[in-house]
């Protein structure tokens, strides 16, 4: 099995290579950030619960992503592998994914960061937010709380996979079709 992390800060790219990715390597993709934005739609007691969060630029607390993670993963028994993108984004979430993962018998094969400037960043979702109208999108105080959460909470997830000796950087910047190529060369010399 190949199990990958997407990791990056918002707008880095994750959920558009994801997609690429799990056609070329037949994987579940595995978005938290959009079981939540279903959840919302579909009005259920945890979307309202994730979009209070959300909409302020805020991680949802821990312990309702890390079930709602499990219970996706659990949807999709016998298959190659899977992408997390989005997830996880603490180190508390990274040692329960560690943890669930090993029940499974499975591990994390390998966690690939997209790297991209701040200032291209900000740019990115301000345009994703006119185009796909998410809140969180449209207002530069609510993006820069993410960053202020990413750098936190999230960025500490570097030195964690790191030192499991599973942690790459893939430059983010440049056309979308050679950040795949980047991504697919990363994973074929290593899987
Ligand atoms: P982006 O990476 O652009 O921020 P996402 O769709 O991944 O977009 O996430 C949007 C929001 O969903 C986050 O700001 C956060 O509120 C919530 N969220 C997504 N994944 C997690 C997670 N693993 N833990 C806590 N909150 C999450």
Same mark, same amino acid.
């Given at each position: 099995?190949?199990?990958?992390?997407? %990791?990056?800060?918002?707008?880095?790219?994750?959920?558009?290579?994801?997609? &690429?990715? /799990? @056609? #070329?390597?037949?994987? *579940?993709?595995?978005?938290?950030?959009?079981?939540?934005?279903?959840?919302?739609?579909?009005?259920?007691?945890?979307?309202?619960?994730?979009?209070?969060?959300?909409?302020?630029?805020?991680?949802?607390?821990?312990?309702?992503?890390?079930?709602?993670?499990?219970?996706?993963?659990?949807?999709?028994?016998?298959?190659?592998?899977?992408?997390?993108?989005? %997830?996880?984004?603490?180190?508390?979430?990274?040692?329960?994914?560690?943890? &669930?993962? /090993? @029940? #499974?018998?499975?591990? *994390?094969?390998?966690?690939?960061?997209?790297?991209?400037?701040?200032?291209?960043?900000?740019?990115?979702?301000?345009?994703?937010?006119?185009?796909?109208?998410?809140?969180?999108?449209?207002?530069?105080?609510?993006?820069?709380?993410?960053?202020?959460?990413?750098?936190?909470?999230?960025?500490?997830?570097?030195?964690?996979?790191?030192?499991?000796?599973? %942690?790459?950087?893939?430059?983010?910047?440049?056309?979308?079709?050679?950040?795949?190529?980047?991504?697919?060369?990363?994973?074929?010399?290593?899987?």
């Amino acid at each position: 099995m190949i199990n990958l992390i997407l %990791f990056g800060k918002p707008g880095s790219g994750k959920g558009t290579q994801a997609e &690429f990715i /799990k @056609n #070329k390597y037949d994987l *579940i993709h595995i978005s938290t950030g959009d079981v939540f934005r279903y959840n919302i739609s579909m009005q259920t007691e945890l979307g309202l619960l994730a979009k209070s969060y959300m909409d302020k630029g805020e991680l949802v607390p821990d312990n309702v992503t890390i079930k709602m993670l499990e219970a996706e993963v659990s949807k999709s028994p016998n298959v190659n592998g899977f992408i997390f993108d989005g %997830f996880p984004r603490t180190t508390i979430q990274a040692e329960m994914l560690d943890k &669930f993962l /090993k @029940n #499974k018998d499975l591990e *994390i094969s390998m966690t690939i960061a997209l790297e991209v400037d701040e200032d291209i960043l900000i740019e990115r979702l301000i345009n994703r937010g006119k185009e796909s109208g998410r809140v969180d999108d449209q207002d530069k105080s609510k993006i820069q709380n993410r960053f202020e959460e990413y750098n936190k909470k999230t960025s500490k997830l570097i030195e964690y996979y790191n030192n499991q000796g599973k %942690f790459y950087i893939v430059e983010g910047l440049g056309e979308i079709n050679d950040i795949t190529k980047r991504i697919y060369n990363l994973i074929d010399s290593k899987i």
